[in-house]
């Protein structure tokens, strides 16, 4: 239900739909009802062993299951959504989207044997500039789903030169080469992980995060984010 609070403060500061700017209604969180209909999803979890992303993982990391909530596109409306979670401080639509995510994908299976959640990290430098990691953010709300452990500490990232947005593949290939590396390997040797992103381009980024938690011995993978970018 929705509390009197709750109600007061929307009449105050009025929440707005991430995507067209329109006011939410009381139930609405994050995507107004015509935005979540017209929102691009890509199915991906119909098929989550042989679909167009996990199509991008092979020959390069053997992954059991990749799925993104929907397509996305540079200066769509869709955009705005993770321009907004990025670069406007404004985590909580990663929550909230990973928590939507999840749900819709809970009864295709996809968790199932799945042991821990690992969210891409950031560079110390970038993470304190931006005051949190956007993939934390969503991670957070697929956990708040499905109750499965989340850990930011396996993985740490070295550096960060520059953005991935206007590389083609081998560039984003190179400006990740060697950018991760494993700090627990003991807390995930032989478990399941799910890696999560907010967006998947070619791929690069979430190799090079696998490549490294494989290093820890009997690690299977899979690949979870909110967007997937054909270009």
């Not at 989340?150 to 593949?169: A, I």
């Amino acid at each position: 239900m929705i509390s009197f609070f709750g109600r007061l403060l929307d009449l105050i500061l009025p929440r707005q739909c991430s995507i067209c700017g329109c006011r939410l209604a009381e139930t609405e969180q994050v995507l107004c009802a015509v935005c979540n209909l017209m929102l691009p999803r890509t199915g991906f979890a119909d098929d989550a062993y042989d679909n167009e992303m996990a199509q991008l993982f092979w020959g390069r990391l053997p992954i059991e299951r990749s799925a993104a909530l929907f397509y996305y596109e540079a200066q769509s409306q869709v955009s705005r959504m993770i321009y907004e979670l990025k670069y406007r401080n404004h985590p909580e639509i990663g929550e909230r989207l990973g928590c939507f995510m999840a749900e819709e994908l809970l009864p295709k299976g996809f968790f199932e044997g799945i042991d821990m959640i690992i969210p891409v990290p950031l560079a110390r430098k970038r993470q304190r500039q931006r005051g949190y990691n956007q993939s934390t953010a969503i991670a957070r709300g697929i956990q708040s789903a499905v109750s499965l452990p989340l850990s930011e500490h396996v993985l740490r990232r070295n550096y960060y030169h520059d953005s991935q947005t206007q590389k083609n593949r081998w560039q984003r290939a190179d400006n990740v080469e060697g950018a991760f590396s494993l700090c627990d390997a003991d807390t995930i040797r032989d478990k399941h992980l799910l890696i999560v992103d907010d967006v998947v381009t070619t791929g690069a980024t979430v190799c090079a995060c696998g490549k490294e938690l494989m290093k820890s011995g009997g690690v299977r993978i899979s690949v979870l984010s909110l967007g997937y970018s054909k270009t």
